[in-house]
Nanobody, 114 residues
Framework: QVQLVESGGGLVQPGGSLRLSCVAS?????MGWYRQVPGKQRELVAD???????NYGDFVKGRFTISGDNAKNTVYLQMNSLKPEDTAVYYC???????????WGKGTLVTVSS
């Protein structure tokens, strides 16, 4: 089974930066990040496929950058200019094509507070 290992979450002050990493146990077609706060729907932050095609959530507005390393089955999310409203649990998601199936990481907490 595909396993996802997330790292990089933590506590930062407004305006600070964090870099999240997610490593998959095997090759996956598309990987990315979603976030969720209690009482709200999980939302896309960014994802990328093995060809380099990227989707960003509308709220990112140039502050976040996703990148991937196919050889390492790894995606990174560089988050800059963090705001308190970015506080959430960030989940790595991997999407497999054959068969079509999604995998989720356990989540890593990002807290933006002074």
């Amino acid at each position: 089974q595909v396993q996802l290992v997330e790292s990089g979450g933590g506590l930062v002050q407004p305006g600070g930066s964090l870099r999240l990493s997610c490593v998959a146990s095997e090759m996956i077609f598309r990987m990315g990040w979603y976030r969720q706060v209690p009482g709200k729907q999980r939302e896309l932050v960014a994802d990328i496929n093995r060809h380099g095609y990227i989707n960003y959530g509308d709220f990112v507005k140039g502050r976040f950058t996703i990148s991937g390393d196919n050889a390492k089955n790894t995606v990174y999310l560089q988050m800059n200019s963090l705001k308190p409203e970015d506080t959430a649990v960030y989940y790595c998601k991997a999407s497999q094509l054959y068969p079509m199936q999604d995998y989720w990481g356990k989540g890593t907490l990002v807290t933006v507070s002074s």
